[in-house]
């Protein structure tokens, strides 16, 4: 169970915050992948292969799979439990491990209609190998990026479904998503002021956060709340998001006999595609932190490298020098 949603404020300003809700701890840790790396789908001997055109920060699932990270041109992902995702039976298609396919994404597209034009055909077979807890693989992804422009992508009985548009910037978790639109259309109708959802269940987190996100401030706020010797960075309405997405979150531990989806929220992301700046926040560490990318080196050749977060790991402020060369983790075999 996770909130994902894009804000745009004044002067072309769009910022995509989500929270990562999930039932036990993921061991997330946050990767800087070069341009230039070889990659392949994970997937068997149908795999694709592909060199990446693009860098990218992303934040791990079990250092198996990319669950969320923004590219060097601005290009964010966000991957979201979805109960009703069915990927399809085997066919002749190529394939990808879904655990692998939000990396694709972000390593060859620059914006989000680029994706959309490229992956709207369905001619990539998606493969969903279980994780190592058993649980299954069923995830829909959302993209965003500088213009403002997202997409929803479903995989429904077999078959990719696509929603794109700006308009388009709140996802949650089941139901499928246009099923979400309905319930989100009733509750426009409501007077938020009077009365607005309250429960953790999708639906309900999907009309708050459509009002929040819309309420916050839209003018920009020139307070300085980051100041490094290589990057000064101007955006109070980086913080409003990240209080909407806090806003929305299920408190560590809490859980329900009869709702055994209901997770607790981990961890949430704030990605400034405008600036180009990620914030993290840990639900389980006192302190926030955040790291440019223009302090990161994409370079082709230059190494992968690796933020430890896992195991309690405490940063605050500017964490990009903290990140240390590593092996990159490898896509779970489906």
Excluded at 38 to 66: K, Q
Excluded at 68 to 73: P, S, Y
Excluded at 241 to 256: A, F, I
């Amino acid at each position: 169970m996770c909130t994902r949603a894009v804000y745009v404020g004044a002067n072309g300003l769009v910022i995509t915050g989500r929270s990562m809700d999930w039932a036990e701890d993921m061991h997330s840790n946050a990767w800087v992948f070069p341009r230039g790396m070889e990659r392949d789908g994970a997937s068997g001997p149908n795999t694709i292969r592909w060199t990446s055109r693009y860098g990218s920060l992303v934040f791990s699932a079990y250092d198996i799979g990319s669950a969320d990270g923004m590219n060097e041109k601005g290009l964010v992902m966000n991957g979201l439990y979805l109960a009703e995702s069915d990927y399809g039976p085997a066919d002749e298609r190529p394939t990808i491990s879904v655990l692998a396919f939000g990396q694709y994404v972000l390593d060859m597209f620059a914006t989000v209609e680029e994706a959309v034009a490229a992956l709207r055909g369905d001619e990539i077979r998606i493969v969903a190998p279980k994780l190592p807890n058993g649980r299954e693989t069923t995830v829909h992804m959302s993209l965003s990026d500088v213009s403002g422009d997202s997409a929803i992508f479903e995989f429904l009985d077999g078959r990719l479904t696509v929603h794109h548009g700006r308009q388009y910037r709140v996802m949650t978790n089941s139901p499928r998503y246009e099923e979400q639109l309905a319930i989100a259309a009733y509750w426009g109708r409501i007077n938020p002021l009077e009365f607005l959802p309250g429960s953790f269940n999708a639906a309900d987190r999907f009309a708050r956060v459509s009002y929040m996100i819309d309420a916050i401030p839209k003018a920009e706020d020139a307070r300085i709340i980051s100041a490094t010797p290589n990057h000064t960075y101007e955006n109070q309405a980086a913080a409003s998001v990240l209080s909407v997405m806090r806003s929305v979150g299920v408190p560590l531990g809490v859980t329900h006999p009869d709702k055994p989806n209901l997770a607790s929220s981990l961890w949430r992301t704030v990605h400034d595609h405008t600036r180009l700046v990620t914030f993290f926040d840990s639900a389980t560490t006192p302190n926030a932190f955040w790291v440019p990318l223009a302090d990161l080196d994409f370079s082709e050749g230059a190494p992968v490298k690796k933020l430890t977060i896992a195991g309690g790991r405490v940063y605050a402020g500017n964490a990009a020098s903290a990140f240390e060369p590593a092996e990159p983790f490898a896509f779970l075999q489906g």
